[in-house]
């Protein structure tokens, strides 16, 4: 078995994350390094999969570190930093530049004390580059050369990461018309152990509501070479393209729309505001319907596919509009509203929620849903899974708040496991660490406090990344 | 003064639930030993009187065990186990099928990891039937011939077991035309000492857009001998009942509707909408109208009769449409949704909030409520009292949620005391253990950081088992 | 440098509410002790300031400890005592009534166990008095002798107090047509360190809902000396006198309305309402439109003008209406409601979020949005501030949550530094001590987790108490 990390730096310490009380900590600790070493299994993400089939070289710290990482740059934003000084939004910065919003980062060190960025970003460069000093205006340039050298060697190209970093399984998220030529290029390649497999992302393709969509409806109609000018058309596209998918090796289908609300249309009133839809002359409650009913068709289509359902719902996007007109989407700037599951996915549920094979991930911004609507339904339903605390939740308070509300309405097998969620590739194994630590930690309490026996711990630890991932998501 | 339980195992663990931190421990300890043995007091619960008034010995572990006891077998069902293999929904299963159940809930024990069933499960067997073994394939038989042989012996059987758990009053919740023969056998017979309380839960009378609504009414009118064809005839039955539940020991009334919201109707718009409710004319939203209004009917009487008000709303029933159509309500898929007090209680507790011997008890599912809306009302009114967590908030971390958003607007004294509001008869020792341990280890705390003394705590320690719940419930 | 406290009593414990682990406390020490004696920043409370103008003596405990403090007279009201016996809602107490009162509240003392009246009692029973008794029926009159003895004389004068709390600068809140002369005297008096600012709180001349509108906005002109029959004069007046208490030192606005929906009304149509309102026919949706609009009004004003604007929505204001018609606002029956800030506020920032030198600080009585809306918000907008726990959340628990669930995604520099928002002056170096001692906790939580390291906790302590709430509030 291949190590998780290779580089030991001693300004780390052993224990991070571990409970304060020395018994609980000599517990955790046990549970921990039975953990630590196992491959990592990361089912939803965003690392582009052109970076593993192509093998690119990254080019340097900031467009590697700080562009694509919302949760950095959107905190260096709030301190007063320009997106554009960040090469946010697509701009590509010249070396100059590269090194001016390194140092930017760096000045604002302190600013992410007490955050799950503080705790990724000291891993990477611990870990990943073997860097002992902490960031701040003195050291800006001394880092920034030294991972800039790192990242013209061999041994910093993508796959010899992903191969340093022991990752077994790494789900890339896809658009439904994408060729998944990246993919099939990397599973053809003997010599690459990681299986990269693509998710099925259809939220543009179901939301009539959009501009675009009649657009959409015709490049999906390409993309699955069958007519979607109508109803029928528009669903066998879709249920060709997860086909596609899951022939290339996809396990599940990804959906983040602001609610999760769920209805069936009669099919002469689907196929009419379809209809409507293409003309650009479908009402906004029409094409609000049509998407609740597009998501029971998801569901449906599941049943018949076997791919796994997660949701992903709650997050207002863009709620800065000089920011997105200036930056585009993604750009720091969603921000989480309250979600209501219960009423929402009755339908769904009971239409599909014992069918055989289905399975239906539930995330959530919004952690009131933890305990009152999530766990009870994950704790009924053979079919429902309640998944790990996501983006603004993934952080070792929130992870602790989730288990605290989870386990003891669902247990620890009706969970999905730890979901990175990250386009920052090399956080990843940091990522997967915190979770792992937190997972011993909380486990660890359970112990101490006399509620579980250590044995159980730790094959309950051993589960959370290696069998409860690979049955929620069917690895 | 009677022992709350006869058999120590040495299997479990003194200080279960007790906090790690050694001096923390220390006090805990000493808070719980105050506790552990004073007599248990059931204000709120599901337990058929009849087994009590009659003494019927129980026949096999699962009916005793699974089949009626929902926390159990919704998270088998979770699990992927069918409801008809475990006895749920009426069926009753032979030996072999019993047998088979028991099989199936020791296989899955590990799914019962961190939830609060995990901890009753384990009590009930070691503590009540002296077992040291886990669940699991290999001890399934073992621990079902052990069970089963020891409930045909007279210790075993429902009056016996209730001396034994040293349970000083035991509520049940009734039907408001039960004739309570039950409680009279048991009130009249000196021999049990006991105090079985009836509750009055009215909710199906007072919602008129139940189809059924007319003939409820009728049988309303049945039990107390009052015509119920007029609105005013209506009232003067649920009157009547009440003052029968009262006369029989009654000491509460209880309410779980899906919302919390009140208001006053004029006379003759009630009834007018009453008797197009008789007539099955009434609209959904007259009817809601309606049942809201008898809301605040049920706490006009509470202020004439002295009947303690219970509300437990926000569980919509039944989610799984097919569940219920194949094995009827109950059977483990009500789930939680948000609820409003501080709006919908407006009215009402401005008519009656400091209304003389008006005792009004607020429950939720949905526990952002505690510090938001029901610990201020508590800590305003005089009426009001913070419920004891439930249901799928009677769990450990759950309970400290509840004390840490509770206590701080509200303090001790305003709330209602441990309810266990179950129908698992053998499990109730073990949830008021689970609490008093809870409540010492908070307590604890609370005096390690020196934000109590320890003689004040360990007053209310005491208090909380003794005269919280007494004040709570008029006992 | 002024020491905080100058008595220190043996009897109240130096370790209060720090952490009961060993080796955590041992570090949480170490962070307290580097704060606990830097002056107090007060940049929101609710002390008059002629108290300070005129030195005015305290009279007797009852109107200075009880009848002003809502937190403790709300909870003797929900024992059953009745607010006028607590000389609540302006009713002037005799001394036997004083006396008797105080006594009522000695009786009670056990019904603020956990809640944090009970620390800050405590300490200004203790360390402001002297007093090592607790309050109880035999100590009543005892205490009641000693704090009466001590206010006559002139250690207890509310300056000689302020200088001794060791406070820097106490903003006070005031109606927009205040003449602000008591803050006029105290800034040309030489001899008084303190700096008293006073807050524009205009939240009235805002709401066009009310009965007296118009003559709302007629004050409001002739504190202005500008005609406000017209909406733009009533703007101009606004501005008028935003400038007026700017230039008396004043540094922010304050707005609490039931919720922060925002919205921007064309100019033409605000006219309308304006002259609708002012004629009383303005419907309710018009005011509350006007209203929604008037909020961005104000940041509009304060990019221009540079004063802070904090929003402290979320209160349903008295709840009872009999206890309203009796006493009057602010009797201890303020209720809690949900409040959404996502959406709300998504106009408002959309045109001020990015705008030079406007800040925004959002207070919450939900605290559900800390992790879901309000640490997204601050954690993306530099113009964002999460403001400290507020009211029913201002104590040791929730303060905790409070840290816990908006540290990871905002930071510490996101923050507003504690605000005691009290009209209980006595109590204010409790409440910042709490806040230190909280602080200090939560920080040496973090080192002994290894998530920071101990001078970056030392240093973050030190900041929250001085750099963070003179940022925050532009001190």
Redesign the interface.
């Known amino acids: 078995m291949r190590k998780a990390t290779i580089v030991n730096m001693t300004s780390l ?1 052993p ?10 900590r000599d517990v955790a600790r046990r549970l921990y390094a039975a953990m630590a070493d196992l491959p990592i299994i990361s089912p939803h993400g965003h690392v582009p999969p052109e970076w593993l089939a192509e093998d690119t070289p990254f080019t340097d710290p900031t467009s590697l570190l700080l562009s694509p990482d919302h949760y950095v740059f ?2 260096l ?4 930093v320009d997106l554009a000084d960040l090469g946010v939004g697509g701009a590509q910065l010249d070396e100059a530049g590269s090194r001016r919003a390194w140092t930017l980062f760096c000045e604002n060190w ?7 960025s ?2 990724w970003m000291e891993s990477v460069l611990a870990d990943v580059f073997g860097l002992a000093e902490s960031p701040s205006a003195e050291t800006a340039d001394t880092i920034y050369d030294h991972i800039a050298a790192a990242l013209t060697t061999p041994e910093f190209r993508p796959r010899a990461l992903a191969e340093r970093f022991n990752i077994s399984v790494l789900a890339t998220t896809d658009d439904p018309v994408d060729s998944l030529e990246h993919h099939r290029t990397l599973a053809a390649d003997s010599s690459f152990a990681t299986r990269v497999a693509p998710t099925f992302r259809p939220d543009r393709y179901l939301e009539p509501v959009r501009p675009d969509f009649a657009e959409l409806a015709k490049s999906l109609g390409a993309a699955a070479d069958i007519d979607t000018t109508t109803y029928a058309g528009y669903i066998a596209a879709l249920e060709n393209r997860r086909r596609f998918f899951k022939d290339n090796g996809g396990v599940s289908t990804d959906h983040s729309h602001l609610d999760v609300v769920t209805l069936t249309l009669e099919p002469a009133e689907a196929s009419r505001i379809y209809a409507a839809a293409l003309a650009g002359e479908a009402s906004e409650d029409e094409a609000t319907a049509f998407r609740r009913h597009m998501l029971v068709e998801m569901a449906r289509m599941a049943t018949e596919d076997g791919l796994v359902m997660t949701l992903h719902p709650g997050a ?1 996007r863009n ?5 997105f007109e200036r930056f585009g989407a993604d750009t ?2 969603d ?4 979600v ?1 599951f ?2 929402g996915l ?1 339908h769904l ?2 239409r599909f ?2 069918s055989d094979g289905f399975q239906l991930i539930l995330f959530t ?4 849903v933890f ?3 999530i ?8 079919s ?1 899974y309640a998944g790990a605390p996501w983006w ?2 993934d ?4 992870v602790r ?1 989730y288990r ?2 989870v ?8 969970t999905s496991g730890f979901i990175d969620d990250t386009r920052a590739f090399l956080s990843i194994p940091a990522r997967h660490d915190m979770s792992r630590r937190l997972d011993a930690a909380y486990l660890a ?2 112990v ?5 026996d250590e044995d ?1 711990a730790h ?2 630890a051993i589960d959370l990344v290696t069998t409860v991932p690979s049955k929620a998501f069917k690895l």
Chains 1, 2, 3 share one sequence.
């Open positions: 310490h224990d991070r994350l571990l409970p304060a009380d020395p018994g609980t959107r905190l934003h709030a301190q007063g302190s600013a992410f004390r007490g955050t799950a503080r705790f207002l709620h800065h509009i000089p920011t720091g700037h921000i989480p509203v309250g209501e219960t009423r009755q549920l009971s929620g014992t911004l919004d952690e009131t305990s009152r609507e766990a009870p339904l994950a704790g009924f339903y053979p429902v603004f939740l952080a070792p308070e929130a708040r605290g509300a386990t003891e309405t669902a247990g620890f097998h009706r309490q359970l101490a406090e006399h509620r579980l159980e094959e309950t």
